[in-house]
């Protein structure tokens, strides 16, 4: 066992959610499944939830952009905190997708530079940033 490396832990790039859906609902994906239509529930689900985002992209663009959110994934460094911290200011993350806090940022540094957390997608810290964070996560 000498021989075995750890590499890095790998990042999920989606996050698990749970729904509840009718028996007749239910019924009508599993009859889509096995039509064929689809190659399990979650194919069929995540087909209906891009298809319903994608009618209201207009709608979502103007909200991120009336919000000044940043859409897709955005990291936060050490480096890029430290650079704050030099410069007097205070960051408010706005992020429309994933936020992702590096495993190297202290929670002093994180308190010191990150004002507010406004993250509608998933954010990713250490859970003692985020623990110290708790109060200025929205």
């Known amino acids: 066992m000498s021989n075995v490396r750890h590499l890095r832990d790998k990042t999920p790039d989606s996050e698990k959610i749970t729904i509840n859906l009718g028996y007749v609902d239910l019924g009508r994906i599993d009859l889509l499944v096995q039509e064929g239509f689809y ?3 979650s194919d069929f689900i995540r087909t209906a939830i891009r298809n319903q985002l994608d009618s209201h992209v207009e709608v979502v663009a103007k909200s991120i952009e009336r919000h000044t959110m940043e859409l897709g994934l955005r990291d936060y460094t050490s480096a890029d905190l430290e650079a704050l911290k030099a ?4 960051l408010h993350v706005k992020v429309v997708g994933l936020a992702r806090i590096a495993a190297d940022v202290t929670p002093e540094l994180a308190l010191a530079t990150i004002g507010s957390i406004t993250v509608l997608g998933a954010l990713q810290a250490s859970p003692d940033v985020k623990k110290a964070l708790a109060g200025r996560i929205m």
């Open 87 to 90: 410069a007097g200011e205070v």
């Open 39 to 41: 190659s399990n529930r």
